[in-house]
């Protein structure tokens, strides 16, 4: 079953645009909504978080917008630099269960 | 910063045979968890554990057991290994964040 679904796959940028990769989840007690970034032969990475009590987080050039209605939350990466070039997972979570991942989503900045 | 290792880094183990892949944490975290990542289906969860001597199954447990003798530590045990477990397997720990070991890559002949 699953609870938390990504899109897109893969996206392509060019240096300097905005990218943006969204979720869904299913699950309404789901309290805590991070993102993740997994560069190749490294593990993932905790990159951002929300909680439902905002509808909006930044962290530099990373942004995450957030509607509880629509059970939907993104992520916007301002200014995409080549660095930024990895596989993005976003996830959700409440307190008694573990983590449902969404599938990810590999990102590529071209220079 | 937490940190959680995992052994062996890397294992070549053949069909049948039985394999044990070890997580240590030492951030006195009370959830730990083993995945494992193929592409195209990002991050899976195999068991948790939710402290020592507790552990439950995730959404694809067949084929695999686990143990949490400790606070410090969650093993991931292949009783009869298949080609299809060959992976890469990560162990994280922590209640809201994960925290993620560097991964072990198994390949099974």
């Known amino acids: 079953q699953q609870q938390v679904r990504q899109s897109p796959q893969s996206l392509t940028v060019w240096e300097g645009e905005t990218a943006i990769l969204n979720c869904s989840y299913e699950?309404?007690?789901?309290?805590?909504f991070p993102w993740y970034h997994q560069f190749p032969g490294e593990s993932p990475a905790l990159l951002i978080a929300i909680r439902p009590v905002s509808n909006k987080k930044e962290d530099g050039r990373f942004t995450i917008f957030f509607n509880k209605r629509e059970k939907k939350f993104s992520l916007h990466i301002a200014d995409s630099q080549p660095g930024d070039s990895a596989t993005y997972f976003c996830a959700a979570k409440n307190n008694n269960n573990a983590p449902r991942f969404g599938a990810g989503t590999k990102l590529s900045v071209k220079p | 910063e937490a940190a959680v290792t995992q052994s062996p880094r890397n294992k070549v183990a053949v069909t049948g045979g039985k394999v044990t892949l070890s997580c240590n944490q030492t951030n006195n975290h009370n959830n730990m968890y083993w995945y494992r990542q193929d592409t195209g289906h990002g991050l899976r969860l195999i068991h948790y554990?939710?402290?020592?001597?507790?552990?439950e199954k995730g959404d694809i447990p067949d084929g695999y057991k686990a143990s949490r003798p400790s606070q410090e530590n969650f093993s991931l045990i292949l009783e009869l290994a298949t080609p299809s477990q060959t992976s890469v397997y990560f162990c994280?720990?922590?209640?809201?964040?994960?925290?993620f070991g560097p991964g072990t890559r198994l390949t099974v002949l």
């Open positions: 699950d309404s007690t789901f309290d805590y």
């Open positions: 554990s939710y402290g020592a001597g507790s552990t």
């Open positions: 994280a720990s922590g209640n809201y964040e994960q925290y």
